[in-house]
C-alpha cells in the first residue's frame, strides 16, 4: 500500500494455511483456498501493525481470520493464469481476480516437486469498510505467493 502518498509499505500475514490443487493437464480444474489469521499481520513496525488490528482496519476482534476460496482457474497461456474466487474479510465476501504466472516448478534439494505461483490484485480498502484517512492512499495492493509441494506420485499438484 502507498504509505499517505509518499513511499510504498509492505506487510504480510505470518500464520495461515492453504491448499493448491494444480494439474498441468488440466489447469482449469485447479483451486487455491487460503486460511488467514488477521492478528498476524506485520508490517515490521509494532506500533502501525497494532493499528492495522484495531477497530479503523482489520478488526481482528471481531474478524480473526479472512479466506480466500476460488471459484475458476483460467489458462491464459505462457504459464499465465487467471485466478477468481471469493476473498472474505472483514465479514464480507467479494469475488476478486487474481492474473496469476507460474514461477516455477521442478524437484527441490531434498527430492519433492514443487511448484510456484504469484499474482496480485488492487483492492480499494472503502470497498471493505476501511474509511480511515489515509491522505491519497485509497487501495491497496494483495499478492499472493503460493508454492505447493506435490503430496503423491499421482497428485499433480
Not at 88 to 99: A, F, K, N
Amino acid at each position: 500500500m502507498s504509505h499517505l502518498g509518499f513511499s510504498w509499505l509492505y506487510g504480510r500475514f505470518d500464520d495461515f494455511d492453504g491448499r493448491l490443487t494444480f494439474d498441468p493437464e488440466a489447469p482449469e480444474e485447479s483451486s487455491v483456498e487460503v486460511e488467514i489469521r488477521t492478528s498476524s499481520v506485520n508490517t515490521n513496525l509494532e506500533r502501525r501493525d497494532d493499528h492495522l488490528r484495531g477497530e479503523d482496519f482489520l478488526q481482528v476482534d471481531a474478524h480473526p481470520e479472512a479466506s480466500f476460496r476460488s471459484t475458476a482457474f483460467e489458462p491464459l497461456g505462457d504459464d499465465r493464469y487467471r485466478l477468481t474466487g471469493d476473498l472474505s474479510l472483514l465479514g464480507q465476501t467479494r469475488e476478486v481476480t487474481i492474473d496469476v504466472e507460474q514461477t516455477g516448478a521442478g524437484e527441490d534439494p531434498w527430492g519433492n516437486y514443487r511448484r510456484g505461483f504469484q499474482g496480485s490484485t488492487t483492492l480499494t480498502l472503502a470497498d471493505w469498510g476501511i474509511t480511515y484517512d489515509l491522505g491519497p492512499a485509497e487501495t491497496v495492493e494483495m499478492i499472493l505467493s503460493i508454492e505447493g509441494i506435490r503430496q503423491s506420485e499421482d497428485d499433480a499438484s
